[in-house]
């Protein structure tokens, strides 16, 4: 399946969570069989040589493809969830909205020293939640090998909270 | 990995999220690499002859399975969510809380009459949210050829929210 094709898939929803926002709805991308298994190919593709030992997934559509990249390399899956959602003992990391600020957080026993991780979620838009993940991440004394984003809006510049890490996206939104 | 380890890796977390619950943590069975491989063998074994057409996946730990679930399959992926998260056009059912009630929604686009399909979540408590899914697969006109859970509170009598249908669970607690 080619690229244009997955892209055509994802349909454009307007003012959605709210008014002025185009958000881009990726479910036509996972109905579909064939797509979604080339996304899992192409993203687990660039890891199979330096296996990660965790996929860390950003809450909630990056669970979806964090899993099965998961279950394709044979790693554990760890998930960054909103605050308050994950029932263990956390540490966390916040970032600033428009208004306000969101924070982020991951179980404070589920990476260890050296661990090598691949970090996973569907959309790059600013960054921030990125940013944040990453920032957990290293935390906990574990290390980044690769950032991976089904879909990213270029125009938002999100790779800047991103600076020190390889970034791949499948589908460039300019 | 025998079903005694996975079972020894959940953890009860007492008082989450709130007073007098004994939460069920996952996490550290998402986390083995054996763990996670071994429940996603287990679950799609049941259906590598009638194979579903979509897997639906209930927000959000249920995506988690769902996904690797759908891969492992070849089947595409199809979110149910809480109200007010998917993007499109929706149909929703309610369920009663202890006190309130939840809606879960579905794309009113996302299945046709007469699709097969697998329900998945990671735990099956008093069945209400299931119940909910089941409803919106249904009005959609598409048949739930089984219905898998991660961990079965059995004392909760879940079941009795849904009475037509194959469930399975791989972790009973008493």
Tied chains: 1, 2.
Aim: aromatic share 8%.
């Amino acid at each position: 399946m080619s690229m244009e094709t997955i892209s055509g898939l994802i349909r454009d929803i307007k003012d959605f969570p709210k008014q002025g926002i185009v958000f881009k709805d990726i479910t036509p991308v996972l109905k579909s069989p064939e797509a979604f298994a080339e996304v899992i190919e192409i993203m687990s593709t660039r890891y199979l040589k330096a296996k990660p030992d965790y996929v860390v997934a950003v809450e909630s559509r990056g669970f979806i493809f964090g899993s099965a990249l998961a279950y394709r390399l044979g790693c554990g899956i760890v998930p960054v969830r909103k605050k308050g959602k994950l029932p263990y003992q956390t540490i966390e990391a916040s970032y600033d909205l428009e208004y306000g600020t969101a924070t982020m957080e991951i179980h404070s026993d589920a990476l260890q020293k050296g661990d090598k991780v691949l970090l996973i979620d569907d959309l790059l838009a600013t960054g921030g939640t990125a940013g944040a993940a990453i920032r957990l991440v290293e935390k906990l004394g574990a290390r980044i090998i690769g950032v991976e984003f089904l879909v990213e809006l270029a125009f938002l510049n999100g790779r800047k909270n991103i600076p020190k890490h390889p970034v791949n996206s499948i589908i460039v939104v300019d």
